[in-house]
């Protein structure tokens, strides 16, 4: 009988297992110990490291994102007698990892912060998973779901997706700066969460026609999180602290599904295909979550959903829905539609059962305006 593997923390992997076994497969779920929402609660950050016994931490941050919020942490820190330093990254690369692993090892700290965007939060967190330290999340911006998840996006290791990494241990989210953020990376955030209408029917699907394991739970939270940011979209546009609030909130559902499923499953699937293809084709890729709502726009119509509602609710957000928006040219987009199902051809989507060729590529994204 196939046997489950495991790794020295005793994460799942559920390699060569049947159904039955999947869904009997023991898995560690990390979740975040502490989430914090609101209006200027940096301050929060002395009575976590308190609360988690620190006496010495690392940030990771960039040069703006410093003047952000880095060094207001940095003060935070040490005014509490937290033996605080800061290292700037520039990209989120496997060498500026290592940077960061040499530097929390020598300085033997007991936490690593991300503070700022995607790249700062996600080389943070795999050097925390790395090094075994302690991870808080502190998002500057909210582009997209990865400042609650256990999962890092990281250049160099060969394949454009998400890798394990470690979950936060708090999550420090203050809606006040995330509101004064370019707004483009709001509307991304936005994008992102609103793709996994489609990306949990893809889940679904690989299920129901590839015996993958489909977590109901994990599903739910990951729909839920697409429905509130919808419905809230114009409070978004408006950026009232109600509609950052519901988007933060939502990010950090979709954070916690991936937590909960062991794996990206629950929020990325068609969609963030499209994307992590136009990634490597286009010469000036799009952010994130702009990608993946326009390509949730073409999903959607492809899974029969009602794909017009889902565009004129990311057009009343003031995000992306077509190539023009995204700066792509119509041609980068349809090869992007071709290659998508190539680019994670283990992971079963629509697109595994629906081989778009050039003719159908370019039908699909004329008849949703996309090009």
């Not at 620190?54 to 040490?78: D, F, Q």
């Not at 990376?185 to 969460?193: P, R, Y």
């Not at 492809?302 to 077509?322: C, F, N, Q």
């Not at 290659?339 to 629509?350: D, F, H, N, V």
């Amino acid at each position: 009988m196939p046997q489950a593997e495991y790794d020295p923390d005793c994460r799942k992997v559920i390699r060569n297992l049947s159904v039955s076994e999947r869904y009997n497969a023991v898995h560690r779920i990390d979740l975040p110990r502490i989430v914090l929402v609101g209006e200027s609660i940096l301050d929060q950050l002395s009575p976590i490291c308190g609360e988690l016994n620190i006496s010495k931490a690392l940030i990771v941050t960039g040069k703006t994102t410093y003047k952000v919020a880095g060094e207001r942490a940095e003060e935070i820190l040490r005014s509490e007698d937290v033996d605080a330093e800061c290292v700037f990254v520039e990209d989120a690369t496997l060498d500026t990892v290592e940077t960061v692993n040499q530097k929390a090892m020598k300085n033997d700290v007991d936490v690593v912060l991300g503070v700022g965007g995607g790249r700062n939060i996600d080389v943070a967190k795999l050097s925390a998973f790395k090094t075994r330290k302690f991870f808080i999340s502190v998002p500057t911006v909210a582009s997209h779901d990865g400042i609650a998840s256990s999962l890092a996006s990281v250049k160099g290791m060969g394949r454009p997706y998400t890798v394990k990494a470690a979950s936060p241990v708090a999550v420090v989210m203050d809606s006040k700066i995330i509101a004064e953020s370019p707004y483009r990376f709001t509307a991304s955030g936005c994008g992102d969460i609103i793709s996994k209408a489609t990306e949990v029917r893809d889940w679904r699907l690989a299920h129901e026609e590839n015996g993958d394991y489909y977590g109901r739970y994990a599903a739910s939270l990951s729909l839920m999180s697409s429905e509130h940011v919808m419905k809230s979209a114009d409070l978004i546009r408006k950026r009232t602290q109600e509609g950052i609030r519901t988007l933060l909130e939502a990010l950090v559902s979709c954070g916690v599904a991936m937590s909960i499923a062991g794996s990206s499953r629950p929020t990325s699937g068609s969609a963030h295909l499209f994307s992590h293809a136009l990634d490597q084709i286009a010469e000036k890729p799009a952010l994130h979550g702009e990608q993946c709502g326009v390509g949730m726009i073409m999903m959607a119509k492809l899974h029969g959903l009602d794909w017009e509602a889902y565009r004129d609710s990311l057009k009343t957000i003031g995000a992306p829905t077509s190539a023009k928006d995204l700066g792509i040219e119509p041609g980068t987009v349809i090869k992007a539609l071709i290659i998508a199902r190539s680019i994670r051809p283990e992971r079963y989507t629509l697109l595994s059962k629906i081989n778009l060729d050039h003719e159908n590529a370019r039908e699909l994204a004329e008849s949703t305006g996309v090009i």
